[in-house]
């Protein structure tokens, strides 16, 4: 089966797939100068698909997932710099939920965004698990509350701040899941050389997406903490074996909206 598939009718030889192929695999076939991937080659596409992408003439198709394939125009999906920039500055966690549920169909819609993420030699490593059920991200709170009675006058770092997350937990005020309705791990491979830099990624591109559908969220960073480190959490969850999972999102529908940006630090920048 070819990598590639070029319709030679379109295909003008301007080698832009040659140069942009982040394997070098594309060379031009030595008579008809149409690009092309040898066969010892093949094995070394990452299908990143920049040689379809990047066609000035859409006269080449990466074979893979064919169904999957989606033209746009240059105009198409362009966000003015000034509205992206404000769209990212008033993104804020949101720690004030509605309890009405996000629908499975629209969670899928936005982790679907989440599948053009980068990441390393497109590996594409994310799975994710959704905790749907709100009853489910109670427990998992309380287990985080369970987790941090543990290290009640421990040295852990966390140790001086627990008493007053489980003091509220104890008096009806979530402050690890905000009593959000959902959330969300984005899990990789747990081998030596990996840490969960791509599951972060898609976590963010699904902060950043989240809010143009209408929905919430507040990484949860107390459960992570728990994650790692008590074994009835992570007995709880039963991520698969061999699989390292980041900092989760909370998510849902916020009770609020924000009516101004907060202020920030000045940007801190060595220029070299
Ligand atoms: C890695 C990480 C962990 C976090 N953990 C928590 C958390 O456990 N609970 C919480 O309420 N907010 C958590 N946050 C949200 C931060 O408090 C929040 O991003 C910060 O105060 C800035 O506010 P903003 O997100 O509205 O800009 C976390 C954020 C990050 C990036």
């Known amino acids: 089966m070819p990598v590639i598939i070029i319709n030679e009718k379109l ?5 832009t797939c040659v140069t ?3 394997t070098k695999i594309i060379d031009n076939h030595s008579v008809s100068g149409y690009p092309e991937i040898s066969d010892e080659k093949s094995g070394f596409c990452i299908k990143c698909g920049h040689c379809e992408s990047f066609c000035p003439q859409k006269a080449l198709t990466l074979n893979f997932l064919l169904d999957d394939k989606m033209d746009i125009t240059a105009s198409e999906g362009r966000i003015e710099s000034q509205n992206l920039s404000l769209y990212i500055k008033k993104r804020r966690s949101v720690r004030h939920f509605s309890s009405e549920t996000v629908s499975k ?5 936005v982790l679907d ?3 053009y993420a980068a990441s390393g030699g497109n590996s594409q490593p994310v799975k994710w698990l959704v905790i749907f059920e709100p009853s489910i991200v109670q427990q998992v709170a309380c287990l985080t509350i369970d987790w941090m009675r543990t290290i009640l006058n ?3 770092p966390l140790a001086p701040y627990v008493p007053v997350l489980i003091s509220a937990w104890d008096n009806g005020t979530d402050l690890i899941s905000h009593r959000a309705p959902h959330l969300l791990f984005a899990h990789v491979p747990a081998e030596p050389i990996n840490d969960p830099t791509e599951a972060i990624i898609a976590l963010t591109h699904f902060d950043i997406a989240a809010p143009s559908f209408g929905i919430g969220t507040c990484w949860a960073g107390f459960v992570i903490m728990a994650l790692e480190n008590y074994k009835p959490l ?3 969850l039963c991520l698969p074996e061999g699989r ?5 999102m909370l998510f849902g529908y916020s009770k609020y909206t924000i009516t101004s940006v907060p202020r920030r630090n000045p940007v801190d920048i060595t220029w070299r």
Not at 105 to 109: G, S
């Open 11 to 15: 295909c003008i030889k301007c080698n």
């Open 234 to 236: 992570q007995d709880f």
């Open 113 to 115: 965004v989440t599948r």
């Open 244 to 248: 390292k999972a980041a900092c989760p």
């Open 105 to 109: 169909e629209l969670i899928t819609k």
């Open 20 to 22: 942009v192929c982040v």
């Open 154 to 156: 421990t040295s852990h």
